[in-house]
């Protein structure tokens, strides 16, 4: 990697309802991506189902939430975006500098 690597922060809210198979697979697959986007992951984080304080859709009042640290380029999470852009089990995508 190059020296313009820093290290992100990235909070997922997934969206788990009507899917069958455990949320590992979903944590599993984002780290996948990550790697394939030239990352190096090195904390992966699942939170847990939180009920949100504010319900802006009453079908969805709680979400599991999942927490990723990596190191990689600004442009990981540009790439980590339009990958997950259509997949519905992806409610939310927060990246930050850690």
Known sequence: MSDHTQTYKATFLLDTRGYEQPVETIITK?????KAAGADVQKVDNLGSKSFVRVADRRFPSGTFV???YKGLSSVASTLREKL???KTINRILVQKA
């Open 30 to 34: 984002l780290g996948d991506i990550l």
């Open 67 to 69: 927490q990723i640290t």
């Open 85 to 87: 852009r259509l997949d």
